[in-house]
Every structure is written in C-alpha cells, then in structure tokens.
T-cell receptor, first 114, second 112 residues
C-alpha cells in the first residue's frame, strides 16, 4: 500500500533553533496537510496546501511556521525559532482529492524542544 | 467554531463484551473518518463514511453515520485485547478548507 513518509522520526532541538520536518506524500496526491499532536492530546490541524499554495492555516500556524513544496515530491514544515511548546508529534498527510477519499497519514516526526 | 465531541474518552472493557463509541459534531457534514492510533504511532484509517446512513464493517468494528443527528458511532463487537488503542473520529468539511477536525479520542483498553 502506498504510504506517506516522514523524516526525521525524532529530533531534539534547542529552544530558538530552526527545524525542518520533511515529508514525501503519496505520489499522485494533490492535497497536503500538517497536523500536530501534543503528547496525550488530540490531533490539531496546522495547515493545508494545494496547487503550490496554502489553502488554510490554523491559529497555531503563526509567522514562525512555513511550508514549502520545493520539488515534485517533498513537502516540508519549517519552524523558524522553536519554543518549548512546539514539542509534539508532527504528522504529514495527503489525499488524492477532496471528494471523500481516504487521507493518509505519515508515521510522524517527534519534535522535542529543550 | 466546529466542535467534534467523542465519548467516552476512556473505555475499559472485558474481552468478549460489546460497546459503542459516540462522535457528535456541531455542523453539517456528510463525511466522517475513523482512525486508530497505537501508542507512539501514526493514525491508521479505519473507515470513511460518506453519506447519511452509511454503515461499514471490518472485523469486530462497525461504523455508522447519521448526518441528520450529526452523529457517528463506532461499535465494537466481542472485544479482543488487540483492539486496545486510541480511536479518533474526524469530520471533513469543505467550508473548513477540507481539513479534518478531530475529536479528542477514545482510549480503549480491553482486559483479558
């Protein structure tokens, strides 16, 4: 079965440092998402991306966050200056279209800010 | 603001028993997803429900959707230990940018 792949699986970073989380969505998918899950809490939407631009972003996705699709395969989430409260599992997801097909999630990148 | 509420949030049950997890949401939608998450793992898609009255079954799990009541249920039949996980429902709404809005999750523990 096709899958969304994410790297790194775990990253520890100092507060204030920049972090880039990488995702390779399923190859023919057109819609891409980042979600995050703070330990023990629910899954929260960060941003959606379609046709090389952000479709929607949540209040969490402030100026410290950015996304990019630098080539035909990668989809990245950058956090410019990490805070302690950014510690969470970050999930990338993709889907073929928005007519109700399954949204596939990657294995996640666990970010720990110290 | 769209709200998605699951209950119960924690469910401890004996093997062999039946139980239902409920998912209520606050706005009109005819698309609802159920996911399973094992500790430290990703979200595994269980069911995609795309219309009022939709019912899907896989093994000991059955999901249904009532869009008029804004309610989905995930029914567990004759639970086994392997079903222990966290179950999330998520609502997919075009007006919200086609993102999924998740419930808080139900932690299911099946005791042998």
């Amino acid at each position: 079965e096709p899958e969304v792949t994410q790297t790194p699986s775990h990253q520890v970073t100092q507060m204030g440092q920049e972090v880039i989380l990488r995702c390779v969505p399923i190859s023919n998918h057109l819609y891409f998402y980042w979600y995050r899950q703070i330990l023990g809490q629910k899954v929260e939407f960060l941003v959606s991306f379609y046709n090389n631009e952000i479709s929607e972003k949540s209040e969490i996705f402030d100026d410290q966050f950015s996304v990019e699709r630098p080539d035909g395969s990668n989809f990245t989430l950058k956090i410019r200056s990490t805070k302690l409260e950014d510690s969470a599992m970050y999930f990338c997801a993709s889907r073929w279209d928005i007519s109700g097909n399954t949204i596939y999630f990657g294995e996640g990148s666990w970010l720990t800010v110290v | 603001e769209l709200k998605v509420e699951q209950n119960p949030l924690f469910l401890s049950m004996q093997e062999g028993k039946n139980y239902t997890i409920y998912c209520n949401y606050s706005t009109t939608s005819d698309r609802l997803y159920w996911y399973r998450q094992d500790p430290g793992k990703s979200l595994e898609s269980l069911f995609v429900l795309l219309s009022n009255g939709a019912v899907k079954q896989e093994g000991r799990l059955m999901a249904s959707l009532d869009t008029k009541a804004r309610l989905s249920t995930l029914h567990i039949t004759a639970a086994v230990h392997d079903l222990s996980a966290t179950y999330f429902c998520a609502v997919d709404i075009m007006e919200y940018g086609n993102k999924l809005v998740f419930g808080a999750g139900t932690i299911l523990r099946v005791k042998s």
